[in-house]
């Protein structure tokens, strides 16, 4: 069982900057950063391989930046340019596989109690 703790959420004003943190209890293999918004589905953000590549989502390529402390068992979300449209509870989760279709809720085991991120203009 992999317990997943995150931290560094808040608020901050459109252009700022966030990094968002998540302390896996174990050795997942693909560890990644989901989002919702009110009245949205849950969507991936970014996503890594132990080791290996990164993924994004379109709408944070060139702002967000994923990466990941192995010896800490940590991944980050280091979040620039924040936008509005950035606000959303955002949730980590891994899984014990790949980062194969990373982006779909349904392949993870293992999910965070969130934590929330508010953009205002």
């Known amino acids: 069982q992999v317990q997943l703790v995150e931290s560094g959420g808040g608020s901050v004003q459109a252009g700022g900057s966030l990094r968002l943190s998540c302390t896996a209890s174990?050795?997942?293999?693909?560890m990644a950063w989901f989002r919702q918004a009110p009245g949205k589905e849950r969507e991936g953000v970014a996503a890594?391989?132990?080791?290996?590549?990164?993924y994004y989502t379109d709408s944070v390529k060139g702002r967000f930046t994923i990466s990941q402390d192995n010896a800490q068992n940590t991944v980050y979300l280091q979040m620039n340019s924040l936008k509005p449209d950035d606000t959303a509870m955002y949730y980590c989760?891994?899984?014990?596989?790949?980062?194969?279709?990373?982006?779909?809720?349904?392949?993870?085991?293992?999910w965070g109690q969130g934590t929330q991120v508010t953009v205002s203009s």
């Open positions: 174990g050795y997942p293999y693909c």
């Open positions: 890594v391989d132990t080791g290996g590549p990164k």
């Open positions: 989760a891994a899984r014990s596989w790949s980062c194969v279709s990373w982006a779909s809720v349904t392949y993870y085991t293992y």
